[in-house]
């Protein structure tokens, strides 16, 4: 939400800050993973690329799951689960002004999804 440009907190502002949630590459925990971008990011699949080349460095082997369900493009931002061997593993999001990955650590560890 804090990137959402259109219901977040942040309203116009999110496209001139950095990620809001901060943290460092700790494993996951409550702490969130996050590094900067390489600019703006106009496409679902450039999303997926800034995604995937963030998750090369910090978690090997952790990639971003193809757009399924509600996951995708928000206004702002990207939000995709993670796949690790072919399963859901957890979360990220990109940021549409500045490429910014926030790697969505508070969530604990995925235990199954239900689609309606």
Same mark, same amino acid.
């Given at each position: 939400?804090?990137?959402?440009?259109?219901?977040?907190?942040?309203?116009? !502002?999110?496209?001139?800050?950095?990620?809001?949630?901060?943290? %460092?590459? %700790?494993?996951?925990?409550?702490?969130?993973?996050?590094?900067?971008?390489?600019?703006?990011?106009?496409?679902?699949?450039?999303?997926?690329?800034?995604?995937?080349?963030?998750?090369?460095?910090?978690?090997?082997?952790?990639?971003?799951?193809?757009?399924?369900?509600?996951?995708?493009?928000?206004?702002?931002?990207?939000?995709?689960?993670?796949?690790?061997?072919?399963?859901?593993?957890?979360? !990220? %999001?990109?940021?549409?002004?500045?490429?910014?990955?926030?790697?969505?650590?508070?969530?604990?560890?995925?235990?199954?999804? !239900?689609?309606?």
């Amino acid at each position: 939400m804090m990137w959402n440009i259109r219901y977040g907190v942040m309203g116009s !502002l999110s496209s001139r800050i950095g990620p809001m949630m901060g943290g %460092s590459f %700790s494993g996951g925990g409550w702490n969130s993973w996050s590094g900067t971008g390489n600019g703006k990011v106009a496409a679902t699949a450039q999303a997926v690329a800034a995604a995937n080349k963030w998750l090369a460095k910090a978690d090997p082997g952790e990639r971003a799951a193809p757009v399924m369900g509600g996951m995708g493009k928000f206004p702002g931002y990207y939000t995709f689960d993670t796949t690790r061997n072919g399963k859901t593993y957890g979360m !990220l %999001s990109v940021n549409a002004s500045t490429g910014a990955v926030w790697y969505h650590g508070w969530h604990g560890t995925f235990l199954s999804e !239900l689609d309606f």
